[in-house]
């Protein structure tokens, strides 16, 4: 058996872990992604917490994506991360089963985004202002920087974890160099 590859600023049992962390549940920090509509749930009403932690647990085993949100409130290396980015670092995680879809179409976002696989292997679509797509296959570890405002999408090849750091500035151009 193949060990597969994973990302030094999250394991996969650090992962497994969060659907175990009540400060994650309080902050009303998981979310799945509605494959139909394309849209999250953020303002859906929450149960107690091992309510929520089996809802999420089977919006995973059917298939959905699953997003987590204030990860850097538990993790020192992953704030250490975002701290490296700049002053105003916006991170979500998505986590898609093996029998997962796409989260999103082609979307941009407010901010230049730098994203980092944490494991599992993602096709990244990325659109220049002419409409011409170019393609990048990331695995466990790389990053792509994503440009405010470019057009893009994400198509999982199987099961996948991944971060997305938003990163916003004030002066056009971030630290991280976007």
Do not use: W
């Not at 996969?12 to 549940?25: A, R, S, V, W, Y």
């Not at 303002?43 to 999420?56: K, L, M, T, V």
């Not at 990860?71 to 490296?84: A, D, M, R, T, W």
């Not at 170019?134 to 999408?153: F, M, N, Q, W």
């Amino acid at each position: 058996m193949v060990k597969q590859r994973c990302s030094p600023l999250l394991k996969k049992e650090e992962i497994d872990g969060l659907f175990l962390n009540p400060e994650l549940f309080s902050k009303k920090s998981f979310h799945y992604v509605n494959s139909d509509t394309q849209t999250y749930d953020e303002n859906r009403e929450r149960g107690s917490i091992p309510e929520e932690a089996q809802f999420i647990k089977s919006k995973l085993n059917e298939g959905h994506t699953i997003i987590i949100k204030n990860l850097e409130s538990i993790s020192p290396k992953i704030l250490s991360k975002c701290k490296s980015l700049g002053d105003n670092v916006n991170l979500h995680l998505y986590l898609v089963p093996e029998n997962g879809e796409s989260s999103f179409n082609y979307h941009s976002d407010d901010r230049d985004v730098l994203v980092h696989l944490v494991y599992g292997r993602k096709q990244f679509f990325i659109k220049d202002s002419k409409g011409e797509e170019r393609s990048v296959l990331l695995e466990a570890e790389d990053e792509l920087s994503i440009p405010k405002g470019t057009l893009h999408k994400a198509i999982p090849r199987g099961a996948s974890c991944l971060l997305s750091f938003g990163i916003e500035s004030s002066h056009g151009s971030n630290q991280a160099g976007l």
